[in-house]
């Protein structure tokens, strides 16, 4: 079955930039979406369509996509960005969706 | 505003099933697809499938196929995930999402999650 590949964490300190990828055999060919999850709390879409941000969302997450990897950006980490992110995306025929096994982003 | 409004926790046996609700409200029903979406404690997301709640389709992942149901009744807008032959293995919080339109197609609003836990 289909799979995507994430870092099991990634640690920044305040004001810094934060970089988690995606890997994927089709992400070439199928979008990927981003999601921020706290403790207790649903997830929450932060990037659509590999690099789009939903209204409400703050700049300083971007999205990028460069061959079977995707990656979230957050510039200028705050201490509110500390989660767990997850990309999403569907196999080659786009038949079946599959989330990463999620980063855990500790802000130092 | 959108809502989605999950049944309550269930305990279970193992070998039992299990059919958690999802009602939808502020938006309509029939237009977004739901998808289901289950997350053991600690672990991560795990998609479970879809379905238009217009045209009743489906589409489940391939580890749920043949134990996992998804139907709708859309006079009261709601939506059903029922899952059979439980084993402790599916102990988790189970959400329904709606999917966004086109233009964004990721999940744009969740349910508040239903815990299913399953023990002899």
């Known amino acids: 079955s289909y799979e995507l590949t994430q870092p099991p964490s990634v640690s920044v300190s305040p004001g810094q930039t934060a970089r988690i990828t995606c890997s994927g055999d089709?992400?070439?060919?199928?979008?990927a979406y981003w999601y921020q999850q706290k403790p207790g709390q649903a997830p929450v879409l932060v990037i659509y369509?590999?690099?789009e941000r939903p209204s409400g969302i703050p700049e300083r997450f971007s999205g990028s996509s460069s061959g079977t990897t995707v990656t979230l950006t957050i510039s200028g980490v705050q201490a509110e960005d500390e989660a767990d992110y997850y990309c999403?995306?569907?196999?080659?025929?786009?038949?079946?969706?599959?989330f990463g096994g999620g980063t855990k982003l500790t802000v130092l | 505003q959108v809502q989605l409004v999950q049944s309550g926790a269930e305990v279970k046996k193992p070998g039992a099933s299990v059919k958690v609700s999802c009602k939808a409200s502020g938006y309509t029903f029939t237009s977004y697809d739901i998808n289901w979406v289950r997350q053991a404690t600690g672990q991560g997301l795990e998609w479970m499938g879809w379905m238009n709640p217009n045209s009743g389709n489906t589409g489940y992942a391939q580890k749920f196929q043949g134990r996992v149901t998804m139907t709708r009744n859309t006079s009261i807008s709601t939506a059903y995930m029922e899952l059979s032959s439980l084993r402790s293995e599916d102990t988790a919080v189970y959400y329904c999402a709606r999917v966004a339109g086109i233009a964004v197609a990721g999940i744009d609003y969740w349910g508040q999650g239903t815990l299913v836990t399953v023990s002899s």
């Open positions: 999403q995306s569907a196999d080659s025929s786009g038949t079946y969706e599959v």
């Open positions: 089709a992400l070439p060919k199928q979008y």
């Open positions: 369509k590999d690099s």
